[in-house]
Nanobody, 112 residues
Framework: VKLVESGGGLVQPGGSLRLSCAAS????????MTWFRQAPGKERELVAV????????TYADSVKGRFIISRDNAKNTVYLQMNSLKPEDTAVYYC??????WGQGTQVTVSS
């Protein structure tokens, strides 16, 4: 089983990034997928959830209206489009096939 995140980096406040998470080794379309993040010194927090078919999404209040989670079951990939980024969005972002499998994380830094 592998979940590989990509797309992180350094971005200025107000900018955008698109994270991707490529899955393999399990039946991706059967799993609810989530994005979590963990900032230094803080607990890991849930950012967004998407149902197995992609028909339902849920967001943390802190990112609602700015982030969009989506998935392509034909490509075994889940995405997180992050817009209007703020310094407080700085964290390591992890994708998760709920609840079993985790990626290694990708760093997102929002700074001028």
């Amino acid at each position: 089983v592998k979940l590989v995140e990509s797309g992180g980096g350094l971005v200025q406040p107000g900018g955008s990034l698109r994270l991707s998470c490529a899955a393999s080794g399990f039946t991706f379309r059967d799993y609810r997928m989530t994005w979590f993040r963990q900032a230094p010194g803080k607990e890991r927090e849930l950012v967004a959830v998407i149902s197995s078919a992609g028909s339902s999404t849920t967001y943390a209040d802190s990112v609602k209206g700015r982030f969009i989670i989506s998935r392509d079951n034909a490509k075994n990939t889940v995405y997180l489009q992050m817009n209007s980024l703020k310094p407080e969005d700085t964290a390591v972002y992890y994708c998760n096939a709920w609840p079993n499998y985790w990626g290694q994380g990708t760093q997102v830094t929002v700074s001028s």
